[in-house]
């Protein structure tokens, strides 16, 4: 007994995905997307923070710099 057959090719039609497309009497709903506004400013904030945090890195890193 051969366990390892070549695979065969059967001839079969089309298979179409229609569970998907809308029917003839589907009548489509108006939706809207409510976008969370912390998921929107959050970035923003991050990187507002960390420009503000080298700014002050940098102007105390200056301040203490003798004077010429």
Avoid: C, K, Y
Wanted: charged letters at 10%.
């Amino acid at each position: 007994m051969d366990t390892n057959l070549p695979a065969t090719l059967e001839e079969t039609g089309l298979a179409l995905d229609t569970a998907l497309r809308p029917q003839a009497d589907h009548n489509p709903q108006e939706q809207s997307v409510h976008q969370n506004l912390a998921v929107a400013l959050l970035p923003l904030a991050i990187i507002a923070f960390l420009v503000i945090s080298f700014v002050a890195a940098a102007w105390t890193f200056l301040a203490a710099l003798p004077a010429a």
